[in-house]
């Protein structure tokens, strides 16, 4: 199904393409590397390998009101390298998807069952605009106790920017941060209503500098596993393997795991 796209939208596909051609080497592609005014490959060079025309994927990349077929975005995926989540990016700014991702539903009682179930083991459930939905006791002794926040303040991106604690208990801040703007960036692209999405990035763009600057960049992520590491002010440094998993009918909800990588170390060692 392809749906109406926004003036806002088409700017950000041809900002995204804009931004991914600028990745890459010429070289790669058995093309001449020479001095280039810009980094990357020439949009023209990018058209020709992808099999469309110049002007027509000049006018993708200015944001002109055209309808690139799934088969065009394959292509162009390909010659930019994208990967499974970017590609996916490309879809969803393209209205070229699969129906659109709900993003909204609350957690079932079984569902709140097994979090707390799961103890000592850190776990939350939360939603693609990374509010936090149940919790159990294990990581809200990790991280911070989501039963005395208010609602609207348990959500993951917010409580990075806006609650200074994180800043120290997170080792590798930055990175993290980005990476969540990445995800979130990508959830916002898929999901059917928007204005949650946009009510968050105006919060947090009034009121944290850094979000408001990282946000104009482009990058879109996954957050399925990886790791992340703690400078907690009891246990000392932590470092986890974090594990998302999505329950069986709710693309919406993923259950966040925290296993500990090994015994936790003192500070001074």
């Known amino acids: 199904m392809v749906k109406k796209t926004s003036?806002?939208?088409r700017r950000e596909l041809g900002t995204f393409l804009s931004s991914r051609r600028a990745r890459l080497q010429p070289k790669e592609f058995g093309l001449p590397e020479g001095p280039r005014r810009t980094p990357g490959l020439r949009r023209e060079e990018v058209a020709v390998l992808a099999g469309v025309s110049v002007s027509w994927y000049t006018?993708?990349?200015q944001g002109r009101d055209i309808q690139p077929s799934a088969d065009a975005l394959r292509r162009i995926s390909k010659i930019l390298k994208l990967d499974r989540v970017e590609s996916s990016h490309l879809f969803a700014l393209s209205a070229r998807e699969e129906p659109a991702v709900v993003t909204t539903g609350g957690v079932t009682e079984g569902l709140e069952r097994?979090?707390?179930a799961i103890n000592p083991i850190?776990?939350?459930?939360?939603?693609t605009r990374l509010d936090i939905l149940a919790w159990?006791?294990?990581?809200a002794d990790l991280f911070v106790d989501y039963g005395s926040l208010q609602p609207h303040e348990r959500n993951t991106l917010r409580l990075l920017f806006l609650y200074p604690p994180y800043r120290t208990l997170i080792l590798d801040w930055e990175q993290m941060a980005r990476g969540m703007i990445?995800?979130?960036r990508a959830s916002r692209a898929h999901a059917q209503d928007k204005v949650p999405f946009d009510d968050l990035i105006n919060e947090l763009s009034q009121q944290s500098a850094e979000f408001r600057d990282w946000w104009q960049d482009t990058?879109?992520?996954g957050f399925d596993e990886g790791s992340k590491r703690l400078r907690h002010p009891t246990?000392?440094?932590?470092d986890f393997t974090y594990v998302a998993l999505t329950p069986e009918g709710r693309p919406y909800l993923s259950l966040v795991t925290y296993i500990p990588r090994h015994t936790a170390y003192d500070t001074q060692s």
């Open 136 to 139: 159990n006791d294990a990581i």
């Open 182 to 184: 990445s995800t979130f």
């Open 219 to 221: 990058d879109v992520k």
């Open 59 to 61: 006018w993708l990349e």
């Open 114 to 116: 097994l979090v707390r």
């Open 235 to 238: 246990s000392g440094h932590i």
């Open 7 to 9: 003036p806002e939208q």
């Open 122 to 127: 850190p776990a939350y459930v939360r939603n």
